[in-house]
């Protein structure tokens, strides 16, 4: 199974992890429904951060349950864990073994909380130490750069989401998301080809804001870790406040911008940055006016909410990553100095 594999199976393992898992959810919905939660603690690292950057968002807009980043090194070198009275603690982990991560998780419990491990590994240390397992079921992910296990810890969040709400019309859209996934994953010849014009891109900017912030950071970390280029992420309001300065023309800058609330505060932006900047836009969007400024348009399927939009957006930026990998000439399954399983304390 190679990284390539690993990217086209998504949509698969996206419609198993519905068909197996809603009722899992439900009944976590419900537990975490009878408890005196006020908000989430959540933690994690890497590619799972970015999922976690999703829930902020998602949960806050969907369930109002505002949601903290947790700051490991308190739980580990510190010592010193914060109060964590009406929270429910979520660890966030494909493979479950991050000691820090897992720490989290037991002093939650320690404190009375109730705990939510999001894992692909429910036999794993973070499992062991949480209430709840939600198992994102994606299989086993030989290659490095996490892919499958970053949308199945997606959809496990958007899940999660639709149980506390409660409403079956979203429940509905969430039944779409493989169909949009093989979608998406139908401009892989466009972005191979595309790929191509920056064999020697050594840096860029990766923009979104709202949800697809978390694309944003997700792209960028798949490009640093694949192809060694310095891809920064950005919202695209952060972005204006200093680094803007640095574009030049023919300077990179992806964006992820689909329909959606802050689709018109991209748009504005994006057109600033191709007049007045003549920067370089890969774009990936579902709407004409967006891909018409790019020079490396990536369309997107249309008719996606916006909240279920970055269960989409990031598989056409897996696939730029990939192919700009194999450009370049580096390994798509070993990138230097990795391992799949990073244990952080």
Same mark, same amino acid.
């Given at each position: 199974?190679?990284?390539?594999?690993?990217?086209?199976?998504?949509?698969?393992?996206?419609?198993?992890?519905?068909?197996?898992?809603?009722?899992?959810?439900?009944?976590?919905?419900?537990?975490?429904?009878?408890?005196?939660?006020?908000?989430?603690?959540?933690?994690?690292?890497?590619?799972?951060?970015?999922?976690?950057?999703?829930?902020?968002?998602?949960?806050?807009?969907?369930?109002?349950?505002?949601?903290?980043?947790?700051?490991?090194?308190?739980?580990?070198?510190?010592?010193?864990?914060?109060?964590?009275?009406?929270?429910?603690?979520?660890?966030?982990?494909?493979?479950?073994?991050?000691?820090?991560?897992?720490?989290?998780?037991?002093?939650?419990?320690?404190?009375?909380?109730?705990?939510?491990?999001?894992?692909?590994?429910?036999?794993?240390?973070?499992?062991?130490?949480?209430?709840?397992?939600?198992?994102?079921?994606?299989?086993?992910?030989?290659?490095? %750069?996490?892919?499958?296990?970053?949308? #199945? @810890? $997606?959809?496990? +969040?958007?899940?999660? &989401?639709? =149980? !506390?709400?409660?409403?079956?019309?979203?429940?509905?859209?969430?039944?779409?998301?493989?169909?949009?996934?093989?979608?998406?994953?139908?401009?892989?010849?466009?972005?191979?080809?595309?790929?191509?014009?920056?064999?020697?891109?050594?840096?860029?900017?990766?923009?979104?804001?709202?949800?697809?912030?978390?694309?944003?950071?997700?792209?960028?970390?798949?490009?640093?870790?694949?192809?060694?280029?310095?891809?920064?992420?950005?919202?695209?309001?952060?972005?204006?406040?200093?680094?803007?300065?640095?574009?030049?023309?023919?300077?990179?800058?992806?964006?992820?911008?689909?329909?959606?609330?802050?689709?018109?505060?991209?748009?504005?932006?994006?057109? %600033?940055?191709?007049?007045?900047?003549? #920067? @370089? $836009?890969?774009? +990936?969007?579902?709407? &004409?006016? =967006? !891909?018409?400024?790019?020079?490396?348009?990536?369309?997107?399927?249309?008719?996606?909410?916006?909240?279920?939009?970055?269960?989409?957006?990031?598989?056409?930026?897996?696939?730029?990553?990939?192919?700009?990998?194999?450009?370049?000439?580096?390994?798509?399954?070993?990138?230097?100095?990795?391992?799949?399983?990073?244990?952080?304390?």
């Amino acid at each position: 199974m190679t990284l390539y594999d690993e990217i086209h199976e998504q949509p698969q393992r996206l419609a198993n992890l519905l068909a197996s898992q809603r009722k899992t959810v439900e009944a976590i919905a419900r537990a975490i429904q009878s408890r005196q939660v006020c908000y989430a603690f959540l933690a994690a690292r890497g590619t799972s951060d970015n999922a976690g950057r999703y829930a902020n968002y998602l949960w806050g807009a969907m369930n109002g349950l505002p949601l903290a980043l947790a700051t490991p090194s308190l739980f580990t070198f510190y010592q010193q864990p914060p109060q964590l009275k009406n929270a429910l603690v979520v660890g966030i982990s494909q493979s479950g073994q991050s000691p820090d991560i897992v720490s989290v998780l037991a002093e939650g419990k320690r404190q009375g909380c109730p705990t939510l491990a999001i894992t692909n590994a429910p036999d794993s240390p973070l499992a062991n130490a949480a209430d709840f397992v939600l198992d994102i079921q994606a299989g086993p992910e030989r290659a490095v %750069a996490a892919t499958k296990t970053y949308t #199945a @810890e $997606l959809l496990a +969040i958007a899940m999660l &989401a639709a =149980a !506390l709400r409660g409403e079956e019309a979203n429940w509905q859209e969430l039944q779409q998301t493989p169909a949009w996934a093989e979608a998406a994953l139908r401009t892989d010849d466009a972005v191979a080809r595309m790929a191509q014009r920056y064999c020697y891109m050594q840096q860029c900017v990766v923009l979104g804001r709202g949800y697809n912030y978390a694309t944003a950071f997700e792209w960028a970390l798949k490009l640093k870790e694949l192809t060694y280029v310095e891809a920064e992420p950005y919202s695209s309001a952060d972005f204006q406040h200093g680094p803007i300065a640095m574009v030049e023309r023919r300077f990179p800058v992806m964006a992820v911008v689909p329909q959606g609330k802050v689709f018109a505060s991209l748009i504005h932006l994006l057109e %600033a940055l191709r007049r007045d900047h003549l #920067a @370089e $836009l890969v774009v +990936i969007s579902n709407v &004409a006016s =967006a !891909l018409s400024l790019a020079q490396s348009p990536i369309p997107l399927p249309e008719g996606i909410p916006e909240w279920l939009s970055p269960l989409v957006t990031i598989i056409p930026a897996q696939l730029f990553s990939y192919h700009l990998t194999q450009v370049k000439g580096y390994d798509t399954e070993a990138p230097r100095t990795l391992r799949k399983i990073t244990e952080t304390r």
